[in-house]
Nanobody, 117 residues
Framework: QVQLVESGGGLVQPGGSLRLSCAAS????????MGWHRQAPGKERELVAR???????YNADSVKGRFTISRDNAKSTVYLQMNSLKPEDTAVYYC???????????WGQGTQVTVSS
């Protein structure tokens, strides 16, 4: 089994920055893909960014140029650096992981990000 624990959410003003962290424990050798999804009130959960063991990344169009995903394989931790935050980035952010891209078998509990003045 795998456990994912997120940290780093909070309240920030528009234009500000936050860094989310997600630490994985358990059978982490299974985790080729790690990523971040988000879900805003009344909306479906969407993929924000993901990264493979080899460092290949993907960012949704809505966050390109503002968010950066990175990974420390030695620590089994994935990060999401979020800059130039906008009110529309407000959501619960979930860490996710799985053996293959698109197969998100494991989820964290979620961390709230609120962008507001």
């Amino acid at each position: 089994q795998v456990q994912l624990v997120e940290s780093g959410g909070g309240l920030v003003q528009p234009g500000g920055s936050l860094r989310l962290s997600c630490a994985a424990s358990g059978s982490t050798f299974r985790l080729n893909a790690m990523g971040w999804h988000r879900q805003a009130p009344g909306k479906e959960r969407e993929l924000v960014a993901r990264i493979t063991n080899g460092g290949s990344t993907y960012n949704a169009d809505s966050v390109k140029g503002r968010f950066t995903i990175s990974r420390d394989n030695a620590k089994s931790t994935v990060y999401l650096q979020m800059n130039s935050l906008k009110p529309e980035d407000t959501a619960v952010y979930y860490c996710s992981a799985g053996p293959y891209l698109g197969q998100w078998n494991y989820w964290g509990q979620g961390t709230q990000v609120t962008v507001s003045s």
